[in-house]
């Protein structure tokens, strides 16, 4: 055993004798494998991202880098321009493979008519200080409005408000002026500025900027139709204006108006001494003649009955004359009218009109002679040009066979009314009839709705509101030569609680296109004598309505207004998808609901020669950022079809314990403003 261990020791002694005569005298390096070469990646763009991008719309960005052994990849990341305020658009992805790309989506807004500087950078991520980056420019559809000067105009219960405006296509207000009436006076300023946008779905908003401090910033939400005529419709957001609705529209003729036009005009006016201002209408026809004469005959409404609270048929007279160094064309008309109840002596009111051409044929109208508060009223209306058929007319011009769309908007005049029935809208109505072409009706179909009357409650069921929807069977109308007409004796089926005898009186505009507005309207409530159960005034526009086989389906917009008390006006654009479960969806833009309201709806399968019904409700789960609901509960309403691209439609469910609004709308087919747009 002792042998063993030495002969152990021995050769661990030898190992380590060894090992040390390895190192005596000499250096030993003990050499590690080289590092591999440092990588020194690039990184580029696999094709340059497009320089430009419009709101709402997204692009595919890659990127790829080069020395990459590891496959570490790319890292990505947005600088915003201090302009954007945070809000310059997102990415899909942080980081992705090289060659695999990552989306840039542009925000849905902006703030300016262009934002530039947004970059889009991307980071080698095995070396972030290898890097490129791109430049792009978030501009809105801006040039869907082309270069020129629009002619806006808008209504409700804050006022009226019509003026002309100069758009440079690229976002930008360069010159304008306009008219407003609220508060009892109007106001005239030249000089506008501001701007407008229009986002990827057609909505955007228009700012106007007045250098009178008293009226400053007026902003309209818009649906832009991009059809032929480049029509917007428009609605108030912010302003002196508290409510309004109504449409701007390209001015192609800026020449002085000439010839026989057919107009109405409805608001307020001060009817009485020492009484406050109280809803007024009227209408007619003008004659525009050289070198400045106006004459011509016109009928007013401001009370209960045609008959015994308004001047029917009487001559009025006047001139005009360009307004000076005015580059927009616009005129002022100087009015002489002897209004007044007919079996009084009537006064002759003079009446000042601003008038902002649009074209050969259509003139916006304004009243403007409340400058110091001491006018005759504060009104607002629509002159369309008789052209060739001034003169002419006569009962054939409602030939036998043809089909008319109508509507009439305007206030409920019962004595029950809260103020008295001065509101706006609480008259909302609807209706299509036909004629033999011997001044006759043939048939027709009406949804009114009048917001305080109760003439259809009884004491044991008293009933706020009433609700006529309606056959019409029945009614004589009279053409004159001058284009005037009046529709009578109307037959109902059903018959409506107490009867209902209402007048309606036609300008006639000798305009006979499907879809063209045939007559403009003034509309008196129940006229029978001593009738207390239906009192009314509005005015509206009649349509020829196409043959064309009637279609609902696509892409819409629509301006709406309603009423219950407080007034609520707004634009929207909608789809209609038969495919879809509702077929009706869209967001809305809203005078006291804010941007952005979903919204869905039903339809039934639309026609022609009656409304075709349908729903409108808020979105329970909706996908934008509706703060609010324009349609705080589901409305039922009839659409009345005038082509396949246009209508109307009004609510017909006032009489249910839910509802106790009036509602109605305009709708117009409307392009997407790209590929993929909605």
Not at 28 to 56: E, K, L
Not at 416 to 422: D, L, Q, S, V
Not at 463 to 472: D, E, L, P, R, W
């Amino acid at each position: 055993m002792a042998t063993k261990r030495w002969v152990l020791l021995v050769l661990a002694a030898a190992m380590i004798s060894i090992l040390a005569g390895c190192n005596s005298g000499s250096t030993f390096d003990v050499q590690n494998p080289p590092p591999p070469p440092q990588s020194n990646p690039s990184i580029s763009f696999q094709s340059q991202p497009q320089s430009s991008i419009a709101v709402g719309l997204d692009m595919n960005v890659t990127a790829v880098v080069n020395n990459d052994p590891n496959n570490y990849g790319v890292d990505w990341a947005l600088g915003c321009p201090s302009a954007a305020q945070g809000n310059c658009g997102t990415l899909s992805l942080t980081h992705t493979a090289s060659g695999s790309a990552t989306t840039y989506t542009a925000p849905s807004t902006i703030t300016l008519g262009a934002l530039s500087g947004v970059n889009i950078v991307a980071y080698a991520t095995a070396n972030h200080a290898v890097n490129t980056s791109a430049s792009i420019t978030v501009g809105s559809f801006d040039s869907g409005l082309k270069a020129g000067n629009y002619v806006l105009q808008a209504q409700g219960s804050g006022g009226q408000f019509a003026g002309v405006v100069t758009l440079d296509g690229q976002g930008n207000i360069t010159a304008g002026e306009q008219t407003l009436d609220f508060f009892g006076e109007s106001v005239t300023d030249q000089g506008l500025t501001g701007s407008y946008f229009i986002g990827n779905d057609g909505r955007g908003t228009i700012t106007i900027n007045d250098p009178n401090s008293g009226i400053g910033t007026e902003i309209f939400a818009l649906v832009f139709l991009n059809d032929s005529s480049s029509q917007s419709l428009l609605s108030v957001v912010a302003g002196p204006l508290a409510s309004a609705t109504g449409t701007m529209v390209p001015q192609t003729n800026s020449a002085a108006p000439s010839g026989s036009y057919a107009f109405v005009s409805t608001g307020t006016a001060l009817l009485f001494a020492n009484a406050a201002p109280g809803p007024i209408a009227f209408g007619g026809i003008l004659n525009i003649s050289s070198p400045t004469n106006v004459t011509g005959l016109a009928d007013e409404v401001f009370g209960r009955t045609l008959n015994a609270n308004g001047a029917n048929g009487v001559t009025i007279t006047g001139s005009y004359a360009a307004v000076p160094n005015d580059p927009f064309g616009t005129v002022i008309l100087y009015i002489t009218a002897p209004f007044g109840p007919p079996n009084s002596s009537k006064t002759n009111v003079s009446l000042q009109f601003t008038a902002y051409i649009v074209d050969a044929t259509h003139i916006q109208l304004i009243e403007s002679d409340q400058a110091a508060g001491t006018g005759f009223g504060s009104t607002a209306g629509l002159a369309i040009g008789q052209g060739n058929a001034a003169g002419n007319f006569s009962n054939a011009s409602l030939p036998a066979g043809t089909s008319f769309v109508y509507t009439v908007n305007g206030q409920d005049l019962s004595t029950n009314a809260i103020n008295n029935g001065e509101l706006p809208y609480t008259l909302a109505s609807a209706g299509l009839f036909q004629t033999d072409g011997n001044g006759n009706l043939s048939a027709g179909f009406t949804d009114i709705s009048l917001l305080y009357t109760l003439a259809q409650g009884t004491n044991a069921n008293p009933q706020i509101g009433a609700q006529i929807s309606a056959q019409m069977t029945g009614g004589t109308f009279s053409v004159g030569s001058n284009g005037r007409a009046t529709l009578t004796d109307l037959v109902f089926n059903p018959v409506p609680r107490h009867g209902y005898s209402p007048t309606l009186l036609f300008y006639l505009t000798g305009l006979t296109g499907e879809g063209q507005p045939a007559g403009l309207i003034l509309a008196a409530g129940d006229t029978t004598a001593g009738s207390i159960f239906y009192p009314s005034i509005g005015t509206g526009i009649v349509y020829q309505q196409s043959t064309a086989t009637a279609k609902f389906s696509g892409g819409y917009g629509f301006s709406f207004t309603q009423q219950n008390g407080a007034e609520n006006d707004g634009t929207a654009q909608f789809n209609v998808n038969t495919a879809d479960t509702p077929p009706v969806s869209g967001l809305a833009d809203a005078s006291n609901a804010g941007q952005d309201n979903s919204f869905l709806g039903t339809s039934n399968s639309p026609t022609s020669n009656t409304p075709f019904s349908g729903t409108l409700y808020a979105n329970p789960t909706p996908q934008g950022s509706a703060s609010n609901a324009v349609f705080t509960f589901p409305i039922t309403v009839d659409y009345y079809y005038i082509d396949p691209d246009h209508g109307l439609w009004v609510e017909t469910d006032l009489i249910s314990e839910f509802s106790g609004q009036t509602s109605f709308g305009y709708y117009a087919a409307r392009t997407p403003l790209c590929d993929g747009c909605p």
